[in-house]
């Protein structure tokens, strides 16, 4: 096999089938009642959405303008703060022990509202940076319904996985975060294979604005969710939903409806760093549900103690 087929078959079958699965395996975990969080908890579920669909883009944009970047690495900036969430920032609000199921309602819904925003916004993204008349024109339309077949699609059969077989859907909800991460790091070990005289270059113009977006945008979930008075587990869940981007749909987008790789690029670097930086910010969160727990327990008698 030649490299420009190994390119074809990755970018045109691999990617797309390996982020239906990701994305069935995020139904596996999903329920009715989850959406319906959204009304009984409007106040948590406002914040993060907010903050994940309006607040991020805003950022991203910023950053993507005052940075010194070339047009197709602040392309990819706006391709990932297009894409919030995933069942990697899942993942990680179960291991800081954060709200899992509001981490959850906040993927389920933003993946359900950015099929259809994310065609527009990169349409304009793509004229701003990369100039009127260029040649990366997605059809609005057709680019919804490609969106639709990889999210909503395989969530809704997860969830019917689950409804009519749950103990088939729990048995493989632990392995979809690890599938996840596991692709990811196998598309980055393909991006550097495919591209590597430019690796290095990319890291030193991409990295630095992967950090800041990374950096601020955790900030801002865990600042804004704390001014709004949420529980420590609903802080954390709303930090990792903003603060952790779905790096692998941003580099599907690049590499197979953009065909471009360069804008793959800042997606690829942006996960090193994400991985790092959850990392480290769940040790810290989960210090921080250490520290508010034994507060809590302080301040009751005896009789109504509870186990960190």
Same mark, same amino acid.
């Given at each position: 096999m030649t490299n420009i087929e190994l390119v074809t078959l990755v970018n045109t079958q691999v990617i797309p089938i390996c982020i239906f699965l990701?994305?069935?395996g995020m139904g596996l975990s999903l329920a009715i009642d989850d959406f319906k969080r959204v009304v009984t908890y409007p106040k948590a579920v406002a914040i993060g959405l907010i903050n994940q669909l309006l607040f991020l883009p805003i950022i991203g944009f910023i950053l993507a303008n005052i940075m010194p970047l070339e047009p197709e690495y602040a392309?990819?900036?706006?391709?990932?703060?297009?894409?919030?969430?995933?069942?990697?920032?899942?993942?990680?609000?179960?291991?800081?022990?954060?709200?899992?199921?509001?981490?959850?309602?906040m993927t389920a819904v933003a993946s359900l509202i950015t099929v259809f925003s994310i065609p527009i916004v @990169?349409?304009?993204?793509?004229?701003?940076?990369?100039?009127?008349g260029n040649e990366f024109n997605l059809p609005i339309i057709a680019?919804?319904?490609?969106?639709?077949?990889?999210? &909503? !699609?395989? &969530?809704?059969?997860?969830m019917i996985i689950k409804a009519y077989y749950p103990?088939?859907?729990?048995?493989?909800?632990?392995? !979809?975060?690890r599938f996840g991460i596991l692709f990811l790091t196998l598309l980055m070990i393909f991006l550097t294979y495919i591209q590597q005289d430019i690796v290095i270059s990319?890291? &030193?113009?991409?990295?630095?604005?992967? @950090?800041?977006? *990374?950096?601020?945008?955790m900030?801002?979930?865990?600042?804004?969710?704390?001014?709004?008075?949420l529980t420590m587990a609903q802080r954390t869940s709303i930090t990792i939903e903003v603060g952790l981007q779905n790096s692998t749909l941003s580099m599907f987008m690049a590499?197979? @409806?953009?065909?471009?790789?360069?804008?793959?690029?800042?997606?690829?670097?942006?996960?090193?760093?994400?991985?790092?930086?959850?990392?480290?910010?769940?040790?810290?969160? /989960?210090?921080?549900?250490?520290?508010?727990?034994?507060?809590?327990?302080?301040? @009751?008698? *005896?009789?109504? /103690? &509870?186990?960190p």
């Amino acid at each position: 096999m030649t490299n420009i087929e190994l390119v074809t078959l990755v970018n045109t079958q691999v990617i797309p089938i390996c982020i239906f699965l990701i994305m069935m395996g995020m139904g596996l975990s999903l329920a009715i009642d989850d959406f319906k969080r959204v009304v009984t908890y409007p106040k948590a579920v406002a914040i993060g959405l907010i903050n994940q669909l309006l607040f991020l883009p805003i950022i991203g944009f910023i950053l993507a303008n005052i940075m010194p970047l070339e047009p197709e690495y602040a392309v990819g900036v706006m391709l990932l703060v297009l894409c919030p969430g995933g069942t990697t920032s899942n993942m990680f609000t179960h291991l800081a022990k954060g709200d899992v199921a509001l981490s959850v309602t906040m993927t389920a819904v933003a993946s359900l509202i950015t099929v259809f925003s994310i065609p527009i916004v @990169l349409n304009l993204s793509l004229v701003h940076f990369m100039g009127e008349g260029n040649e990366f024109n997605l059809p609005i339309i057709a680019t919804m319904f490609s969106l639709m077949k990889l999210t &909503i !699609v395989p &969530i809704v059969i997860g969830m019917i996985i689950k409804a009519y077989y749950p103990k088939v859907a729990n048995g493989c909800q632990k392995y !979809v975060s690890r599938f996840g991460i596991l692709f990811l790091t196998l598309l980055m070990i393909f991006l550097t294979y495919i591209q590597q005289d430019i690796v290095i270059s990319a890291l &030193i113009a991409a990295g630095p604005v992967s @950090l800041l977006l *990374n950096l601020s945008t955790m900030a801002l979930g865990y600042y804004s969710s704390k001014w709004f008075g949420l529980t420590m587990a609903q802080r954390t869940s709303i930090t990792i939903e903003v603060g952790l981007q779905n790096s692998t749909l941003s580099m599907f987008m690049a590499l197979t @409806l953009l065909a471009n790789y360069k804008m793959s690029f800042t997606p690829a670097i942006y996960t090193l760093t994400m991985l790092f930086t959850a990392g480290v910010l769940v040790k810290f969160l /989960r210090l921080k549900f250490h520290a508010v727990t034994k507060d809590d327990n302080n301040n @009751l008698p *005896n009789v109504e /103690r &509870i186990n960190p």
